[in-house]
């Protein structure tokens, strides 16, 4: 008995950290079109002294809004 409640609970915790890993990915994902979307505003100028390209970071994509 003691073994199938430890099987469920570690598939359960299992779960609620692939569930968590997903929603940082997401998070992440959003939080880098944002800032994207801030970089393609600067000239290119400002992006190369910085160490941007204004195509890689096109092909990343971008955001205009935080939502």
Same mark, same amino acid.
């Given at each position: 008995?003691?073994? #199938?409640?430890?099987?469920?609970?570690?598939?359960?915790?299992?779960?609620?950290?692939?569930?968590?890993?997903?929603?940082?990915?997401?998070?992440? $994902?959003?939080?880098?079109?944002? $800032?994207?979307?801030?970089? +393609?505003? +600067? %000239? %290119?100028?400002? +992006?190369?002294?910085?160490?941007? %390209?204004? #195509?890689?970071?096109?092909?990343?994509?971008?955001?205009?809004?935080?939502?």
């Amino acid at each position: 008995m003691t073994i #199938a409640t430890r099987t469920s609970t570690s598939a359960s915790s299992g779960f609620m950290r692939r569930a968590f890993d997903r929603m940082i990915e997401a998070r992440t $994902v959003q939080a880098r079109r944002y $800032v994207n979307g801030y970089l +393609l505003s +600067l %000239d %290119d100028a400002t +992006l190369a002294a910085h160490g941007y %390209d204004r #195509a890689q970071i096109e092909r990343e994509g971008a955001a205009t809004s935080a939502f």
